[in-house]
């Protein structure tokens, strides 16, 4: 399992097939990247994403940890990254690895739904009339329950 929270770009093929060079026993990899989307509006500058170092690590460590119990995984990778993004930046990547797909796919939705909602994270979006911090969404709680 390997937990990563970085202001630096990543390699999308590079770390796919990282992740992928591992285990043979897995027969299942599922890759997921998030992509800082622009504003319905077309002027997104930048988000601006902010962390506590530390403690940030943790709480995604605590998730994938959270994933791998409920889940038959073979490996977990999580990047998110932090600072400033502009829109088709990619914001972060999940990987999971089964052996076999049903739990590397049920395994990296719960990935995904978990750190929206529950990985701290703080985000600003900066447009050229100003800046605003993105606030929770409903939509993303109610995610959650499903699982």
Known sequence: MRI????????????????????????AIV????????????????MEIEHYPGMTERALTKIAQEAKDRWSL????????????????????????????????????YLMDYLKSRAPFWKKEITGVGAEWVAAKDEDEDALTRW
């Open 4 to 27: 990563a929270v970085q202001e630096e770009a990543f390699d999308l093929g590079a770390e796919a097939n990282a992740f992928a060079a591992g285990d043979d026993a897995n027969g």
């Open 31 to 46: 890759t997921f990247t998030g992509v800082v989307r622009d504003l319905a509006s077309g002027d997104l500058d930048v």
């Open 74 to 109: 073979g490996d977990v990778l999580v990047i998110h990254r932090h600072g400033r993004l502009a829109p088709g930046d990619r914001i972060m990547m999940v990987a999971t690895a089964a052996p076999h797909r049903k739990d590397a796919f049920e395994a990296a939705e």
